[in-house]
């Protein structure tokens, strides 16, 4: 079957940095994508990987290894809030998009 | 402004009550599709299309269908909703083929409870 595995919950405090890991088994690959989610809000877009490597978007970065089937977001600077749910997604090649079950961020002051 | 909207945002309603939560976006987008949320199992794809008239089943489809008869709606239709269908469900639309980006623009959500 299709899966993406993430851990379940981090934690970490403001200013530290924070890598949240994300493993994935799909029928064919297109990308890899995540997104932060608030309680009681909508996913937002945050970066997407196509090719292999860090793409760097201001405090977050992605990163994507295609041989091994992984990849990661890099929260740096961290702030109070950045607190929410980090998914990663993957299309494959039926055009699903398959989501993790999500990781919870906790930030501490 | 760039939306997506669903509509009602809540719902409470019983068993065997067909009901419709209605989308819509004004971005153009070709792709849209349905999930729902529940607590420890992230997002799961009910339906998605990739145009006018064409949808697919996601991993999640039973007791749902949708239909795409205009780019910009897409609604998901619960012929008998039950219990087990109680859930937080979200619609959502993106470009295809882009290659540099695969930016999915989710709507604000309807929290369903089928009593």
């Known amino acids: 079957g299709q899966s993406l595995e993430q851990p379940s919950e981090v934690t970490a405090v403001e200013g530290a940095i924070v890598q949240i890991n994300c493993t994935y088994q799909?029928?064919?690959?297109?990308?890899l994508s995540w997104y932060q989610q608030h309680d009681g809000g909508a996913p937002t877009f945050l970066s997407y990987?196509?090719?292999?490597g860090l793409e760097e978007t201001g405090r977050f970065s992605s990163f994507l290894s295609r041989s091994d089937s992984y990849g990661y977001l890099l929260l740096q600077e961290l702030q109070m809030k950045d607190s929410a749910s980090y998914f990663c997604?993957?299309?494959?090649?039926?055009?699903?998009?398959?989501f993790g079950t999500g990781t919870r961020l906790q930030v501490f002051p | 402004e760039a939306q997506v909207t669903q509509n009602p945002r809540y719902l409470i309603t019983v068993t065997g009550k067909k009901l419709t939560v209605t989308c819509s976006q004004n971005?153009?987008?070709?792709?849209m599709s349905w999930y729902r949320q529940d607590p420890g199992l992230g997002l799961r794809q009910i339906y998605y299309?990739?145009?006018?008239?064409?949808?697919d089943k996601g991993d999640v489809p039973e007791g749902y269908k949708v239909s795409r008869k205009e780019k910009r709606n897409f609604p998901l239709i619960l012929e008998s909703p039950s219990p087990n269908q109680t859930s937080l469900y979200f619609c959502?639309?993106?470009?295809?083929?882009?290659?540099?980006?695969?930016?999915?623009?989710f709507g604000p959500g309807t929290r369903l409870t089928v009593l």
């Open positions: 959502a639309s993106s470009l295809l083929g882009t290659g540099s980006s695969d930016e999915q623009f």
């Open positions: 799909t029928s064919g690959f297109y990308g």
């Open positions: 990987n196509a090719l292999d």
């Open positions: 997604a993957v299309r494959g090649n039926t055009d699903k998009l398959i």
């Open positions: 971005m153009n987008h070709e792709y």
């Open positions: 299309s990739m145009n006018v008239e064409v949808t």
